[in-house]
């Protein structure tokens, strides 16, 4: 059975850093797209970023372009966010996806089948 989970989250202040990581279990991750997205209380869930099944290719959510990276390690199943700079407004609930739709590089959620239970980002003055 696919499963995701999602660690790493936690409540930082502005300005600081934290990495996510999301385990992928009980199929062949590197031939999967995958992606991290957010949802706040109150907004639609928005993807942040998402990367190629190889890592190469990576697209990310105009607020975030130059403080978050998105990378994955298909030895160990594993993917991650590298989040810097941190902001009030990236406190949200944080997802990791997976899919293997051709349009994935659109960060739409919908775009997305495969979802863990999130991480908590929270982000302080």
């Known amino acids: 059975q696919v499963q995701l989970v999602e660690s790493g989250g936690g409540s930082v202040q502005a300005g600081g850093s934290l990495r996510l990581s999301c385990a992928a279990s009980?199929?062949?991750?590197?031939?999967?797209?995958m992606g991290w997205f957010r949802q706040a209380p109150r907004k639609e869930r928005e993807g942040v970023a998402v990367?190629?099944?190889?890592?190469?290719?990576?697209y990310y959510l105009d607020s975030v372009k130059g403080r978050f990276t998105i990378s994955r390690d298909n030895a160990k199943n594993i993917l991650y966010l590298q989040m810097n700079s941190l902001k009030v407004e990236d406190t949200a609930m944080y997802y990791c996806?997976?899919?293997?739709?051709?349009?994935?590089?659109?960060?739409?959620?919908?775009?997305?089948?495969?979802w863990g239970l999130g991480t908590q980002v929270t982000v302080s003055l």
């Open positions: 009980g199929y062949t991750y590197s031939t999967y797209y």
């Open positions: 990367i190629d099944s190889g890592g190469s290719r990576t």
């Open positions: 996806a997976a899919t293997r739709e051709a349009r994935w590089f659109l960060l739409r959620p919908g775009a997305f089948g495969t």
